[in-house]
Nanobody, 126 residues
Framework: QVQLVESGGGLVQAGGSLRLSCAAS????????VGWFRQALGKEREFVAA????????NYVDSVKGRFTISRDNAKNTVYLQMNSLTPEDTAVYYC???????????????????WGQGTQVTVSS
């Protein structure tokens, strides 16, 4: 079993920054792709970013490219999402997720992920 715990959310003004963390326990986290998703009120959960186990491959949804950076520290079993130049459209609950199997590629669909954290709220005021 895998436990994922997100932290770092909060209220920030437009143009500000936040750094989300996803701490994992329960297995060797370093072998697995990890993704970040977000769900705004009344909307579907959407892919934001993902990173492979090595950290060498990563990708982002177009709306956050150039503003968000995903990274990981396998020694700490933690994946980060640095979010800069935040806009009100980034307001959502942010979730990290991991798959059951050690895929060596980026996973974009939420159905490909088996373990989810409880989410952390990010609110960006205008």
């Amino acid at each position: 079993q895998v436990q994922l715990v997100e932290s770092g959310g909060g209220l920030v003004q437009a143009g500000g920054s936040l750094r989300l963390s996803c701490a994992a326990s329960g297995r060797t986290f370093s072998r697995y792709t990890v993704g970040w998703f977000r769900q705004a009120l009344g909307k579907e959960r959407e892919f934001v970013a993902a990173i492979t186990w090595s950290g060498e491959d990563f990708n982002y949804v177009d709306s956050v490219k150039g503003r968000f950076t995903i990274s990981r520290d396998n020694a700490k079993n933690t994946v980060y999402l640095q979010m800069n130049s935040l806009t009100p459209e980034d307001t959502a609950v942010y979730y990290c997720a991991a798959p059951l199997a050690p895929y060596g590629r980026i996973l974009y669909r939420k159905e490909e992920y088996d373990y989810w954290g409880q989410g952390t709220q990010v609110t960006v005021s205008s």
